[in-house]
């Protein structure tokens, strides 16, 4: 692969027709090497043409204050807040569910994988004497390690220009099976880790976004490895750190 990542955001954008004419092309290139993302775009630019259809007159209209917020703060895509809207008012009201659906993705296999990832990176980051169990000074040996035990070949991403200097990693369990985190730190001691835990069989995909009161990650799969980058960071930032380990991952 090569160029700058393709990222949920991206996907989104070209479905709701916001992204700009060269990244569409781009994004269209990506799908066309992956049938299965292929197939979910066209499943969701369906889903967007009914929805357009059933409800244009209520797309017209302007939300309740209180809905507006709710969905503003989930990310909706506009499209998406109407027809989320009235189902709502059909209802008589399911506001949280549909924020939390259209907002995070329907994709629960993921979610639970991404909730162990967050919990990990929680239990990890405050320890002061142990953060990890292979530290920086030994990273090859570290790197060797992880990379037998998961059966990939794995890399401790350089982030220096990011700001983030590696402290180390170690070996975790994700739903028993063997899972490597990667911890970071900056200069000011915060801290960032990279989760990673091989995935057989599974196809690439794009960047997604997931929040666990506060902790935010970005996590792809990629030659059959699942990847998260988290931390207590702005989305921005976060992505901006995420989009350097790709880069740096698919340096051969």
């Known amino acids: ?20 004419p060269a990244r569409a092309a781009e994004v269209e290139a990506w799908l066309a090497e992956r049938p299965e993302e292929a197939a979910r ?4 630019r369906q889903d967007r043409d009914a929805l357009r259809a059933a409800y244009g007159p209520i797309a ?22 109407a027809a989320a809207a009235a189902a ?19 994709d629960p296999e993921r979610r639970d994988v991404i909730r162990e990832a967050i919990g990990a990176h929680r239990v990890f980051i405050p320890e002061v004497r142990h953060p990890v169990e292979v530290a920086a000074s030994e990273e090859a040996h570290l790197v060797a390690w992880l990379s037998k035990k998961l059966g990939h070949a794995l890399k401790a991403p350089d982030l220096s220009a990011q700001g983030f200097r590696l402290v180390g990693g170690r070996l975790l369990s994700d ?11 900056n200069s000011a001691g915060l ?3 990279i989760h990673c835990v091989a995935e057989p069989g599974a196809s690439e995909t794009a960047f997604r976004y997931r929040e666990i009161d506060g902790v935010a990650a970005f996590y792809w799969i990629d030659e059959h490895l699942a990847y ?20 740096a991952l698919e340096k051969k």
């Open 60 to 81: 017209a209209e302007p939300l309740p204050p209180r809905l507006a917020a709710e969905f503003a703060r989930a990310g909706t895509p506009p499209w998406r807040r």
């Open 41 to 44: 775009v066209a499943a969701l």
């Open 88 to 106: 709502i008012f059909a209802l008589g009201g399911a506001a949280g569910w549909a924020a939390g659906y259209f907002g995070h993705g329907h």
């Open 228 to 247: 998260a980058v988290i931390g207590k960071l702005q989305r921005d930032r976060l992505l901006e750190i995420a989009r350097a380990t790709y880069a």
């Open 191 to 193: 801290r960032i880790t």
């Open 175 to 185: 739903n028993g099976r063997p899972a490597a985190l990667f911890m970071y730190e």
């Open 1 to 20: 692969m090569s160029g700058a990542p393709v990222s949920e955001s991206d996907v989104q954008a070209l479905v709701d027709g916001r992204l700009a």
